[in-house]
């Protein structure tokens, strides 16, 4: 009895642990994911939960007497006891005592809280160093040092700083007016201060970078000017536009910051939303490393960006910009970036208003999660405009519902930020465990298998952590393994290393001296040819263009046969290109379906026979159709003859080295446009210049033929639709 009641007791707990866990995940009103190599979203665990929303219902004056700084704020602000009412605020920012600073826009004041977002300070009104009664307008960007609060005084055009208990302490000026462009109009949106005391501000209306200044307003200079962004349009219409109309046009000029923040070497993160979006998505789907077209940078103290985007995807928020179907179809292009916040580790977050999402990342630039959505529940945000880190915590500020959410970093989040610490503190072996963890967790969890990767490589495991960067098609950090792995190959197997080397030197030349005895062997005229006389007869033209395509027609040294022989070898070549290539041949992606490999070769060399043949027939050409794709495919040979030993090489290549490749395959496709030009020349006894007039209208000729054909098979699908749905229609009402 006592054990079938224990058994009970069992079953209810794991039931009600399960509810409680069903219940806690139900609580989290977005989803939370990363993306792997492609762009496909990874679903993982929440990083962060909500915990609790600050608005102007819960921000009070706090009644503890420390301080008197509910007294101080009450008396020398005209305030009450009571709520706080919040209005349009603009930023958020924690200092080191994890105490919140906003900026209360709407209400042209500062709003200061204590770590449990008791409102202990409200700065407004003071006298300012002239002893003139004076007051905060549309103050927008918050910085905060140990010691003093810097604002962006938007409205008043300047930068004003107050010490913590919100004495007012100096104006950091607009600079001289003899530095600034002409017209110019400063208006600080955002503001930040380096350990030297340098200030610097972003003005939304400065589109030359971000504005360094000294504490009185001296001008040090800009900050990583932005690029100038052109659309294909504009590059165009610039081309008929006088020197004068391209100096007054407002388009072609630097785009502008919109934040900044600075971490704790003096690094400036800066953010804008104002690049042109098709600039920005081909970078991002380019997986650019450049910061020309990036909506986040990381400055050196000269205006460099020295960000690390070393991950898959450029750090800039959204991969899948461009969602197929569902409700968020509204939502596309790149993420709108208006903010970010650094936190401990090198791990930094920014936000995208668009989405209202949070994308974080490592120092590296790889994504850790991303999290957030619309709504109106604990956790969704409506405008999302400011963000924050409170120790662990992330406040996010929502313009609209004049809020801060605040979120707490679970148990997953936790196991994240623990590993990325053992690694910068070189404890790798405890590294791993968390890795472990993160993926028993999140399966998915690429950075996971990369961290794992790296600690098996600095243990000398090559092998195993080549298996784990493979996971995470990781192909770079699995080319340093490969290549640490074949060096201690290498050397206990050299002599194997070696005799492969000369087998195969040996062989290449043993075959080709034997193709050219058996080629001059059957110089002679035959009345029939055997196929493979005719099939190594492509060996003796590749070397011989003109007398070899000259013999082809006229002596019948080739045929039909021997052309699909060659190319059907090409395509095999393909094929095996696609399917036999090494790992890092194709970046760890794979090299793709191999009947579109074979159509890929097979299709063009068709195209360019039938083109020519069409337009040489009206040019007084002296080739048949027969010829002219006798020609071709036999062409086709460097192809052949390259691509083979290409595609095995690749599987013993690093990442370093595929430029070898590259060069070898690019060689043979000179080599055969070359054959091309020269055996068209020869099968219609064309002059050079004539030639190359029929070549390029080769080319002309096969883009109208694809085109015929795309607008045939258009054509045909709907007049299939239109069949169908009278079909559909007629057996409907039937």
């Known amino acids: ?70 007294d ?26 994890n105490h919140v600073y906003i900026s209360d826009t709407g209400n042209n004041r500062i709003v200061v809280t204590d770590e449990e977002y008791n409102v202990r300070l409200v700065i407004s009104s003071f006298t300012n160093n002239y002893g003139v009664p004076d007051s905060l307008n549309q103050p927008h960007g918050l910085f905060v040092t140990e010691s003093e609060i810097f604002v962006a005084d938007k409205g008043n055009s300047r930068v ?54 000294n504490r009185d307003g001296t001008f040090n200079g800009f900050v990583g000017a932005q690029k100038v962004t052109y659309s294909a349009f504009d590059y165009f219409w610039r081309m008929f536009q006088t020197a004068e109309q391209i100096a007054a046009s407002e388009q072609y000029v630097p785009t502008e910051y919109n934040n900044i923040a600075i971490d704790e070497d003096d690094f400036v993160f800066v953010t804008t939303a104002s ?20 909506t986040v940078k990381k400055l050196n103290p000269k205006g460099s960006d020295v960000m690390n985007r ?20 509204k939502v596309s292009g790149p993420s709108t970036v208006v903010d970010v916040a650094i936190t401990e580790n090198g791990t930094w977050s920014l936000i995208d208003t668009k989405r209202s999402k949070v994308f974080t990342y490592d120092a590296n630039g790889n994504m850790l999660y991303a999290f957030g959505d619309f709504g109106d529940q604990l956790g969704n945000i409506q405008t999302l405009d400011a963000i924050d880190y409170q120790g662990t915590n992330i406040l996010l500020l929502d313009k609209a519902s004049a809020s801060i959410t605040v979120y707490k970093r679970t148990d997953y989040g936790d196991l994240i930020a623990a590993a990325i610490q053992n690694d910068i503190d070189q404890n790798y072996s405890k590294a791993v465990e968390y890795y472990t963890g993160i993926l028993q967790r999140n399966n998915n969890y690429d950075t996971a298998y990369v961290g794992i990767g790296q600690a098996l490589y600095r243990d000398g495991e090559y092998i195993e952590a080549m298996k784990y960067f493979r996971s995470a098609y990781d192909s770079e950090n699995y080319s340093e393994a490969y290549q640490a792995y074949r060096k201690i190959w290498i050397e206990e197997n050299l002599w194997i290393f070696l005799a492969v080397v000369v087998v195969c030197l040996v062989g290449f030349v043993k075959f080709f001296g034997f193709a050219n005895k058996y080629n001059k062997k059957n110089t002679k005229d035959k009345e029939k040819r055997g196929f493979w006389e005719e099939v190594m007869y492509g060996f003796h033209i590749i070397f011989h263009p003109f007398d070899g395509f ?52 097979a299709t063009p060399a068709l195209l360019v026979a039938l083109a020519n043949w069409c337009l040489t027939t009206l040019f007084d050409g002296e080739g048949t159709f027969k010829d002219v794709f006798i020609t071709c495919c036999y ?3 460097p192809l052949v003859m390259i691509l083979f030993p290409v595609t095995a090489i690749s599987n013993v290549l690093t990442t370093n080295e595929m430029g070898i490749l590259t060069m070898l395959t690019t060689i043979a496709w000179v080599w055969v446009g070359l054959l091309v030009f020269f055996g068209v020349m020869v099968t219609h006894d064309y002059t050079l210049g004539k030639n190359f007039i029929t070549i ?17 098979f258009a054509l045909i699908g709907k007049i299939y639709a239109f069949g169908f749905n009278i079909y559909f229609e007629i057996s409907t009402r039937l």
């Open 1 to 70: 009895m006592k054990h079938r009641t224990f058994k009970t007791l069992l079953i209810v707990t794991l039931l009600v642990l399960m509810l409680g866990s069903i219940t806690a995940g139900a609580n989290v009103p977005y989803t939370t994911y990363t993306y792997g190599v492609t762009n496909m979203i990874q679903e993982s665990p929440a990083a962060y939960v909500p915990l609790t929303l600050i608005d102007s219902a819960s921000l009070k004056f706090s009644l503890s007497a420390e301080g008197g700084a509910s």
């Open 72 to 97: 101080n704020a009450k008396i020398k602000y005209g305030e009450t006891f009571g709520t706080v009412n919040l209005a349009s605020p603009e930023d958020i920012f924690v200092d080191d005592l």
């Open 160 to 213: 004003v700083v107050f010490d913590k208990l919100g004495n007012f302490v100096t104006i950091v000026p607009e600079p001289a007016s003899e530095v600034m462009p002409d017209n110019h109009v400063y208006s600080p949106v955002a503001v930040a201060v380096d350990s030297a005391g340098r200030i610097y501000v972003v003005s939304s209306t400065t589109n030359y970078g971000v504005l360094s200044l």
């Open 275 to 294: 690049i042109d979006e098709n600039s920005v998505a081909s970078a991002i789907q380019g997986k650019s490393k450049a910061a020309d077209y990036m």
């Open 310 to 329: 070393n991950g898959f995807w450029p750090p800039a928020g959204e991969v899948d910009m461009y969602p197929m179907g569902g409700a968020s179809v």
């Open 550 to 601: 000259w013999d082809l027609k006229h002596e019948g040294r080739g045929s039909v046969r021997g052309a699909v022989f060659w190319l059907l070898a090409a395509a095999l070549a393909f094929v095996y290109n696609a399917i036999g290539g090494g790992y890092l041949y194709y970046g760890g992606q794979g090299g793709g379906n191999y009947v579109m490999a074979a159509m890929s070769i």
């Open 635 to 637: 062409s086709l040979v």
């Open 696 to 712: 390029l209208g080769t080319i002309l000729m096969v883009c109208v033929i694809m085109f015929v054909a795309i607008l045939f």
